[in-house]
């Protein structure tokens, strides 16, 4: 199996010529491997690619990617980015009582695969319906972004823990807090950082969370004023206070020194006795 990646933003067409159509050797044998939308930027179809990498080679602005995998990833596609996009293949597995983490370079799909386990995101499933380039052509494509239904879904991961995982999320048993990553978000609120954690505090643990974060200081300053390590550790104290079965903490580090990271490892680490964290 190969997934084929075009970086929209570099694909230029206009200064082209069509290089990766052009010396594809499935398109000179008479094959559609190679299209071009109505944007003019190319369509490649993963099931008729062969792999041999002339379009990457070929493309003056290194555009396109052919990525080769092990043929028993098909099963574990979960969302797709659109067309040639990238495909996010599983999904790491929260557990209770135990600290997850996730790591990888930026663009792999981690705040996707958290937004999946949240349930601010269905998966698409995009791979499975190859939008319009599957062997079975009666398959209708997921348009855009848009996710499969839970039905859907929960057949798709038939027999799995994710199943089990999101049948509670469906069922409301499950609750998360997400710590997200965009703190500067944050900033919208109008107020000061006391009254921003009070609207949060599910588990009466504000007062404690804000001696531990070092955050007594800045507690009477409106948010908007904040520090970068300031607002993150806003963002921490905000997402602990709630009372949830599951903690998603998307890179808690930006911004925070040494001894903060550390201190909120500790905290971290302590919740997890009782509840299913992941950090990213």
């Not at 981690?110 to 998966?123: R, V």
């Not at 209708?140 to 994710?162: H, M, N, Q, T, V």
């Not at 531990?212 to 963002?235: C, F, K, M, T, W």
């Amino acid at each position: 199996m190969r997934v084929a990646v075009l970086d929209r933003d570099s694909c230029q067409p206009r200064r082209c010529v069509k290089e990766c159509q052009k010396f594809c050797p499935k398109v000179r044998s008479g094959d559609e491997t190679i299209i071009f939308g109505e944007d003019k930027k190319p369509i490649i179809s993963e099931v008729l690619c062969i792999g041999c990498g002339i379009c990457v080679k070929k493309c003056p602005f290194d555009a396109i990617k052919i990525i080769n995998l092990p043929e028993k990833l098909k099963s574990q596609e979960t969302h797709r980015y659109g067309k040639n996009g990238f495909i996010l293949f599983g999904l790491p597995i929260p557990r209770v009582g135990e600290v997850t983490g996730i790591l990888g370079p930026n663009g792999i799909g981690k705040t996707t695969a958290i937004k999946i386990l949240t349930g601010e995101l269905k998966p698409n499933l995009g791979a499975q319906k190859s939008f319009g380039f599957l062997a079975d052509q009666k398959a209708k494509p997921f348009e855009g972004g848009e996710g499969a239904d839970w039905k859907e879904i929960l057949r798709y991961l038939s027999g799995s823990e994710l199943q089990k995982y999101f049948k509670r999320v469906i069922d409301g048993k499950i609750r998360s807090s997400y710590k997200l990553q965009d703190i500067d978000s944050l900033q919208k609120f109008k107020g000061t950082v006391s009254d921003f954690l009070e609207e949060t505090d599910e588990r009466g643990e504000i007062k404690k969370l804000t001696e531990r974060l070092g955050l007594e200081e800045v507690s009477e300053r409106n948010i908007s004023d904040l520090s970068g390590g300031e607002l993150q550790r806003v963002a921490i104290a905000s997402c602990l206070s709630r009372e949830r079965e599951f903690y998603f903490f998307d890179e808690i580090t930006p911004y925070l020194d040494i001894y903060q990271r550390v201190r909120v490892a500790k905290i971290i680490k302590e919740l997890s006795k009782e509840k299913s964290v992941m950090v990213v």
